[in-house]
Nanobody, 116 residues
Framework: QMQLVESGGSLVQAGGSLRLSCVASGSIFSINAMGWYRQAPGKQRELVAGITTGGNTNYVDSVAGRFVISRDNAKKTINLQMNSLKPEDTAVYYC??????????WGQGTQVTVSA
């Protein structure tokens, strides 16, 4: 069983930056893709940024050019560098790992709050 633990969420002013990290532990096999999702109050969870084991990345339009997803295979970590934060980025951010069977593992979430 895999466990994911996120960190780095905080309260920040608009225009500021945060770096989220997600560390994986336990049984880590056959991972195809990893990503960061977010869920704001009253809204559906959405994929913010994804990265494959091959290094291909994708971003939701609203964060493209501001957020950067990266991975460190040796440290079993993925990161999300968030720049030029906006109040609408406020949400609980979750990391997710997807294995070759389509099973998704989720972290517990970390709160990001951006004040105007």
């Amino acid at each position: 069983q895999m466990q994911l633990v996120e960190s780095g969420g905080s309260l920040v002013q608009a225009g500021g930056s945060l770096r989220l990290s997600c560390v994986a532990s336990g049984s880590i096999f056959s991972i195809n893709a990893m990503g960061w999702y977010r869920q704001a109050p009253g809204k559906q969870r959405e994929l913010v940024a994804g990265i494959t084991t091959g290094g291909n990345t994708n971003y939701v339009d609203s964060v493209a050019g501001r957020f950067v997803i990266s991975r460190d295979n040796a440290k079993k970590t993925i990161n999300l560098q968030m720049n030029s934060l906006k109040p609408e980025d406020t949400a609980v951010y979750y990391c997710a790992f997807v294995n070759q069977y389509g099973v998704t593992y989720w972290g517990q979430g970390t709160q990001v709050t951006v004040s105007a």
